[in-house]
């Protein structure tokens, strides 16, 4: 159970002569702490400056303010106590502890502070310490709402979910009028998959104190979560309007800001944080995913080494530690990363494929393959995975099983994303699953194992079991789309990222409904759907490559143009669907001569794909004077995908245009 927290006691505060006096100090300061004695008249001022400026939400000025009221009058218990409670907004245990530690010496009682103290002890993660104050017995009924928020923090810090259940609720029962309590309970929401959930309570935090830093900026965490991208910069920029030097804030803003590809805004941002802070791990992080994008591994990886190990096993920056080993060609010391980051994200394919590449180049083919071969030998392999699997069996001098993977990869026919594989016996997940019905971390890899082994209708029954028990969760809803796809019921797929899209319209979901949309030929509905998500996340590369085949599809062929260039500028040639989609549109334009040039790049980068075969050999019979070229270029892809009407229709044009140049002379 949740420890009994405080009974209400009478304390009296040392130097203090009634209980009437006592209750005008808890009314008139915000530490409730009556001094020791009376400030001086300098530090008075800093002070009431301090607790203005404290309601305003500047807290750093706060800060200072009180270092000023201390520096006049070092005596004072309230100045103590105030700073020690700005401290802990400020995410510095240690300096708040010591604070309050020079108010215990100064005659302060701790049972009028242990909120505060186990608050201290909590941010610097030593739980013993915590839960000693934080389930005391005698903390004062008005600090208990405090030390059960805190209780709650420290559970959720410690995996103990049942434990954060009953402390967040027993800290609503004693004051539901918590814009903190609120933001901590929308974090605990979120944690456990309930989005939906968390998005109440976040709205419910804003809604109670409009002005909170924390509630603010995780509401636009969630937002960008929901949404995207660009849902969260407006409430950023809010929150910054308020507090412009708040570093929490700052960061979350310039990595939204980064991930836009506003790198000279992230930029600016990141150096004003350094400012801030000089050892903010996560600013110099920033900085050296630019360098590392612009190719300057050396200086990406003195940035990586200010971070000083703190971010270490965090997945996102174990892959750009990586991509800065293999970029400077350290290919065993970036298998060592990449090694370390596919153990922790098992299922991440982005991962999987750089790692296979860092032992391809290091000369381990066969360990390549390994890397490599649960999601080849799958439906739903990524192209790349199948082209780098199938050149390392080439290596190996296994001729037959890597044509077959080229030949797939070439087709861009990988079959829909289907789940990995279980490392247990679907017995197993069975019976777990069976346990706890409920339990999202146990039923999904079960629902995944029946999919795998072709059981969509116990998966789909499974999936919306487990979707009415978590209506919150968005990942319950896709599951749900996932089985129903298997039988083609596409509304029921539609109806369930309907659901998914509302809770956290993310690039599955979007990739998903553009799918099933134009699977049903709703093409408008697609590029609707299409264009919502894009307005989020201008720079997806996904949501971009498909609104250049839908202008592709429509001949707008400008505006296709401009989205293949831009995304030909930040990924590079080596894209062959890409630099295809360039020559189809180039060609549409009537440039020829750029058409043939991108043609001739995809298809130096995948020759055996009959898409490339296609749009190239197109643009060369656009250019008039190539007919037999173009024609050879366009049999090659009917040879390879013999029942694609298009492309038949285009040789027959390509021969056409073949014999009437032969009549005429030209060949």
């Given amino acids: 159970m949740l420890p009994r927290f405080w009974n209400v006691h009478r304390h009296k505060l040392r130097l203090l002569a009634s209980a009437a006096l006592l209750a005008v100090s808890f009314a008139g300061l915000s530490s409730a702490i009556q001094a020791a004695s009376e ?18 939400g500047d807290i750093r000025s706060a800060r200072i303010e009180l270092l000023n009221a201390i520096k006049a009058d070092p005596q004072w218990i309230d100045a103590r106590v105030l700073q020690a409670e700005i401290l802990l907004k400020l995410f510095d245990g240690i300096g708040a502890q010591a604070e309050l530690e020079r108010a215990f010496d100064l005659g302060l009682d701790p049972t009028q502070v242990r909120h505060l103290y186990g ?4 941010l610097q993660e030593n739980w013993s310490k915590a839960k000693e104050q ?4 005698d903390i004062p009924i008005q600090n208990q709402a405090y030390a059960a928020r805190i209780t709650g923090r420290l559970a959720l810090q410690t995996g103990d979910d049942a434990l954060a259940t009953r402390a967040f609720d027993h800290a609503i029962a004693l004051d539901p009028k918590d814009s903190d309590l609120w933001v901590d309970i929308a974090r605990f929401r979120a944690g456990s998959g309930n989005q939906a959930g968390a998005i109440a309570a976040i709205d419910e935090a804003v809604a109670l104190e409009p002005n909170n830093i924390r509630a603010i900026q995780y509401r636009g965490e969630l937002l960008r979560f929901q949404f995207g ?21 700052l960061t979350e803003y310039a990595a939204t800001l980064g991930d836009m590809g506003r790198m000279t805004d992230m930029l600016t941002v990141a150096r004003k944080i350094i400012s ?37 096993d965090v997945p996102a920056v174990l ?11 350290n290919y065993n010391a970036a298998i060592d990363k990449f090694t370390r980051l596919v153990s922790i994200q098992p299922n991440n394919r982005h991962a999987q494929n750089l790692l296979a590449r860092s032992l391809y180049l290091a000369g381990n083919a066969n360990d390549a393959v390994q890397a490599l071969n649960q999601q080849v030998n799958r439906s739903g392999a990524d192209p790349y995975a199948l082209w780098l699997t199938g050149r390392a069996l080439e290596a190996l001098g296994d001729r037959g099983r890597a044509t ?17 594989a279980p490392n247990v016996s679907i017995a197993i997940l069975q019976a777990e699953a069976n346990r706890a019905p409920r339990n999202a971390r146990v039923v999904i890899p079960y629902i995944r194992a029946l999919y795998d082994r072709g059981d969509f209708g116990e998966a789909l029954a499974r999936a919306k079991q487990l979707q009415a028990s978590n209506p919150g969760a968005s990942d319950a809803h896709i599951l749900v789309a996932d089985t129903a796809m298997a039988s083609r019921d596409y509304d029921e797929v539609l109806a369930a990222l309907e659901k998914a899209r509302e809770i956290h319209f993310s690039e599955p979901v979007m990739l998903r409904m553009v799918d099933v949309l134009r699977a049903q030929g709703a093409m408008q509905r697609s590029g609707e759907i299409l264009a919502q998500y894009l307005s989020y996340n201008p720079n997806n590369v996904a949501g971009l490559r498909w609104m250049a085949y839908e202008h592709l599809e429509t001949e707008n062929w400008e505006v296709a143009r401009r989205i293949l260039e831009s995304l030909r500028q930040r990924i590079g040639d080596n894209d062959a669907l890409i630099m295809a989609g360039l020559a189809q549109a180039y060609t549409g334009l009537g440039q020829t001569e750029k058409a043939i040039n991108a043609g001739r790049i995809a298809y130096r980068v995948q020759p055996s794909s009959p898409v490339v075969s296609h749009l190239y050999g197109l643009a060369l019979l656009a250019d008039g004077a190539r007919s037999k070229d173009a024609k050879d270029l366009i049999e090659k892809a009917v040879t390879i995908v013999p029942e694609n009407a298009n492309y038949r229709r ?18």
């Fill in 650 to 667: 285009s040789l027959a044009k390509a021969i056409a245009a073949l014999d009437q140049d032969r009549t005429s002379g030209k060949s």
């Fill in 276 to 312: 801030l802070d000089g050892r903010n791990a996560r600013a110099f992080f920033m900085q050296s995913v630019l360098a590392a994008r612009a190719g300057k591994y050396d200086l990406a990886r003195i940035l990586m080494q200010k971070t000083e190990g703190e971010l270490d």
């Fill in 119 to 122: 608050h201290a002890f909590q």
């Fill in 134 to 137: 934080l389930f005391a017995g």
């Fill in 229 to 249: 991208l660009g849902a969260a910069l407006p409430w950023f920029e809010r929150g910054l309007q308020i507090d412009p030097n708040d570093v929490s804030l």
């Fill in 319 to 329: 892959l750009v530690q990586a991509i800065i080993e293999h970029g400077q060609a």
């Fill in 404 to 420: 077959g993977l080229l030949n797939r990869a070439a087709r861009h026919e990988v079959g829909p994303k289907t789940a990995f």
């Fill in 39 to 56: 400030p001086n008249e300098t530090a008075r001022e800093a002070f009431e400056k301090a607790q203005a400026y404290q309601s305003s």
